[in-house]
């Protein structure tokens, strides 16, 4: 039987346009989706755009526009990002939507007379740049360590969640790998945080802000953001609220993210859920978190890289390719300009993209017949098994390992320097023959280009093509 896979990526926020961070994030979860597409399993990949807030409708108000139109505008620059990525998702949730938002308020209302929010105060400091109540100790010199600024000391009325009450319960699942959260050392930080911390109650409603879901019972509170943005997990499948049946693609088996939001995920999100009686996600899996040159990516630092820069340098496939094989999935990486055009003409301009026009050449000028089939390798089971553990720069480097080894064949015997068809043909159809099965299992991660040599080597006559990957 096959089997269903859900992925979601993080819905990001539109406060900025979308940079190298989120498509990281987001082709990985198209690698995957693909992947399982192609093994057949029943699958369904979600992104989109968390859109509500105190820092949004900051953003908006500087840019002098209404918090609705300028959503609108930093959507579309996600949208069309992930259009010319040859991102395959299923649904793109906005949390905006009108759908979303009357889900949103269906699941608050069952959590507020189910007892599991009730009004109360927070006193606290919160970090508009988290959009999360901070304490003391997370602070480095009194400013958040992630945004650098000093959160603001707040105290009003507010709703809270009682997170309190499934402490326990998520304790066990986490630790049990009911949830599972890999890798490792990520679960570990989770599991001695709610050791040593518990869970406390959170404030789940905001007095003052105004830009956000109002809650059903009593509209001068508008909602918490982030349980209004996790919801999307749900409503992004179609899921209208409590009363609604549990969607047929959920729970997800895998949800991806990186570290700076990992403790929320594990811990609210989850709690959410118990709340509202639904499954918990099978695996949180958190990838490394990219620095550029060694320092945190900013504006005022200049060093952001945007997704259509990359395009515009490396081509679709090429950023796709030097995006899932920058860093072990899973481990923080340090990203440059130098590290990617290192990479670009070592793998693929004089790698893949000379092996395949090499051995097409010979076959064209050698006038070589030849009849092959994407086949049984050796190599498959191993490309496999790291995919099926999220191992994605492994996957690769499995792959780059027969493209080697096939240019190594290719440099010893020298084909070129030989008359005889016979002989040449020996030396060129094993390696066409792993072009065209290594070209199988890169679909997912290079989908045009696969499309493009599949069709070239499928051929009995197979021809010279286009260059896949100029030198830069
Ligand atoms: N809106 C929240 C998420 C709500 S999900 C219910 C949010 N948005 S975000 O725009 O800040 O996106 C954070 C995510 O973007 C990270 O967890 C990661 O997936 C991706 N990345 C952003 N910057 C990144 C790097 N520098 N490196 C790698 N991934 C990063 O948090």
């Known amino acids: 039987m096959k089997n269903k896979f859900y992925i979601t990526t993080p819905i990001y926020y539109v406060n900025a346009s979308p940079h190298i961070g989120h498509t990281y994030t987001t082709v990985a979860a198209d690698v995957l989706a693909r992947y399982h597409r192609q093994l057949g399993d029943k699958t369904f990949f979600l992104t989109g755009t968390d859109e509500h807030g105190a820092k949004i409708a900051a953003k908006a108000s500087e840019a002098g526009q209404e918090p609705q139109q300028f959503v609108d505008l930093t959507a579309q620059e996600f949208q069309s990002a992930w259009k010319s990525l040859n991102i395959s998702h299923d649904n793109f949730i906005r949390t905006t939507d009108p759908e979303h938002i009357k889900a949103v308020q269906a699941a608050l209302r069952f959590m507020y007379e189910k007892g599991d929010i009730y009004l109360g105060n927070y006193a606290g400091l919160y970090c508009r740049g988290c959009e999360q109540f901070k304490n003391e100790k997370d602070l480095v010199n009194g400013l958040c360590p992630d945004h650098k600024i000093a959160p603001e000391q707040m105290s009003e009325e507010t709703y809270l969640f009682k ?159 030097l995006l899932m094989s920058a860093t072990a999935f899973g481990s923080d990486g340090d990203v440059s300009w130098q590290k990617f055009d290192d990479k670009y003409n070592a793998d693929l301009a004089n790698g893949l993209g000379n092996l395949v026009a090499r051995v097409s050449n010979l076959l064209e000028k050698n006038n070589i017949t030849l009849n092959i089939k994407i086949s049984a390798s050796d190599f498959k089971k191993d490309y496999a098994a790291a995919m099926q553990e999220l191992k994605l720069d492994r996957a690769l480097e499995i792959l780059w390992q027969v493209l080697r080894r096939a240019d190594e ?49 499928s051929e009995p006559k197979i021809k010279k093509g286009e260059g896949l990957f100029p030198r830069v």
């Open 163 to 321: 997170m309190s009450k499934y402490a326990r319960e998520l304790l066990v699942k986490i630790r049990n790998d009911e949830i599972k959260i890999r890798p490792e050392g990520r679960k570990n930080e989770v599991v001695s945080f709610i050791e040593k911390e518990g869970l406390q109650d959170v404030s789940f409603s905001r007095k003052n802000v105004k830009w956000g879901i109002p809650l059903p019972w009593d509209s001068s509170h508008t909602s918490y953001v982030w349980a209004d943005a996790f919801l999307n997990y749900l409503t992004g499948l179609g899921w209208q609220g409590p009363k609604d049946k549990c969607p047929e693609m959920w729970p997800a088996e895998v949800q991806l993210m990186s570290k700076d939001i990992l403790r929320v995920h594990a811990t609210i999100w989850q709690a959410m859920l118990l709340s509202l009686g639904l499954p918990t996600p099978k695996e949180l899996f958190i990838h490394g978190f990219f620095l550029v040159d060694g320092q945190k990516m900013g504006k005022s630092l200049g060093n952001v890289i945007a997704p259509q820069d990359l395009i515009t340098r490396y081509g679709v496939d090429g950023t796709r390719y």
């Open 409 to 457: 064949t290719l440099s010893a015997r020298k084909p070129w320097e030989l008359a005889d068809k016979e002989e040449i043909k020996k030396i060129l159809e094993p390696v066409a023959q792993d072009i065209l099965n290594v070209a199988e299992l890169l679909q997912p991660f290079m989908p045009e280009t696969v499309a493009k040599v599949i069709k070239q080597f």
